[in-house]
């Protein structure tokens, strides 16, 4: 029996999660529970319904305490203090960059991590790593895909990883200065949060994940490429150096890779349908555009260049669609603006990062330097 700790829980990871968990009580029981505290109704029901004994809320704690017997711990620090509750394994499914201090907590208090937080990785890649990447069980499609088909061989036989992306909404599509927050938002095969969702459209969203491949499999980004792959059922492939090419294939459900962190590594049964062979497929892949989405590219140089520059390109894309979102923008300042505070970060010269105050001292300067352009 495992014992879990979700943050996030009111979130579409930490929701899949709970129902794979519920489909499986005789492996995990859910000791502690993580969200922003928005929605702290939702909150309190989950507590109730798994028996919680603590549940973890920035916002509206009192109002959780009153509808749960959990023990709420309330305040912006919450979620870094439910993560160092001793547990097998903390699934931080927090979404932004405020998730890094909440992986570093559990890390460092000796417990395992489900990682759906990618900015834990972009922005303080060499801060998680250093409690052993084998602690670390990646709940992104593409990495869970890669971190399965890597069994197929050793890490002398890899070539190169794979990743694969739909290309979101807009990769027929050339106008991209006319797109509004309704065509962004509108992706053709995920159901995800509105900043991910963008993040897909602009394609950032593969940059952010090439970055965390780099620091979960400690593969240089010479070795890492993305290809579109508009059906969104081969979620990665490596090629070995026989030449041969191993990907793995399912349909576009998160509960596979989701199940697979939970159960460290281990496959769960009945977690999500197979592909159905009766039927026929047609699988396309077609190169990036790099012109028309320079945000891949534009990771690459920041990944490139170290974790200060990853923790910039994170941050002031987190300004940015804040800013689309708002109405402020258009859809091609997003990546534009990425692009000018990194090159003014590159000017001014990047900071080695020693800690996490160092994270957040990196990022709050790319986020002013990037509000002052997003002003203009």
Not at 18 to 33: Q, T
Not at 239 to 263: C, H, R, V, W
Not at 299 to 312: E, F, M, N, P, S
Not at 322 to 340: N, P, W
């Amino acid at each position: 029996m495992r014992k879990i700790v979700i943050l996030g829980s009111t979130g579409s990871i930490g929701r899949q999660a709970l129902e794979i968990i519920s489909a499986h009580p005789d492996k995990f029981e859910v000791i502690a529970l993580a969200a922003g505290g928005a929605s702290y109704q939702e909150l309190a029901e989950q507590a109730n319904r798994f028996k919680v004994p603590i549940v973890g809320a920035v916002t509206n704690g009192e109002k959780i305490g009153a509808l749960t017997k959990a023990r709420v711990i309330d305040g912006a620090k919450a979620s870094s203090e439910i993560a160092a509750i001793s547990c097998d394994l903390v699934l931080n499914a927090i979404t932004g960059s405020i998730g890094l201090g909440a992986t570093i907590s559990a890390l460092s208090n000796g417990n395992k991590v489900a990682l759906a937080n990618k900015e834990s990785l972009v922005a303080g890649g060499e801060l998680v790593t250093q409690w052993g990447r084998e602690n670390i069980f990646p709940v992104d499609s593409e990495h869970s895909a890669l971190a399965q088909v890597m069994r197929a061989g050793s890490e002398s036989e890899i070539r190169k990883l794979i990743l694969t992306a739909s290309g979101g909404p807009f990769r027929e599509r050339d106008d991209l200065a006319k797109v509004t927050i309704k065509d962004a938002l509108a992706h053709p095969t995920w159901a995800m949060g509105p900043v991910v969702t963008i993040n897909s459209a602009t394609l950032v969203n593969k940059g952010l994940e090439i970055i965390e491949a780099h620091h979960l499999f400690g593969v240089g980004y010479e070795k890492i490429e993305a290809v579109i792959h508009p059906q969104s059922v081969i979620h990665s492939m490596v090629e070995f150096i026989d030449g041969s090419t191993i990907a793995q294939a399912s349909p576009p459900s998160m509960k596979g890779p989701i199940g697979y962190a939970l159960n460290q590594g281990e496959r769960l049964d009945s977690v999500m349908n197979p592909i159905d062979w009766s039927k026929s497929h047609s699988w396309n892949f077609s190169p990036i555009d790099h012109h028309k989405f320079p945000a891949v590219e534009l990771a690459l140089r920041a990944g490139k260049l170290g974790t200060a520059a990853t923790a910039i390109y994170n941050a002031a894309n987190e300004e940015a669609v804040a800013a689309f979102l708002a109405g402020k923008i258009s859809f091609t300042a997003i990546v534009d603006t990425v692009e000018k505070v990194l090159s003014r970060g590159e000017r001014n010269s990047f900071t080695p990062i020693r800690d996490l105050a160092d994270v957040t001292a990196i990022e709050q300067d790319a986020r002013i330097m990037a509000n002052e352009l997003l002003s203009r």
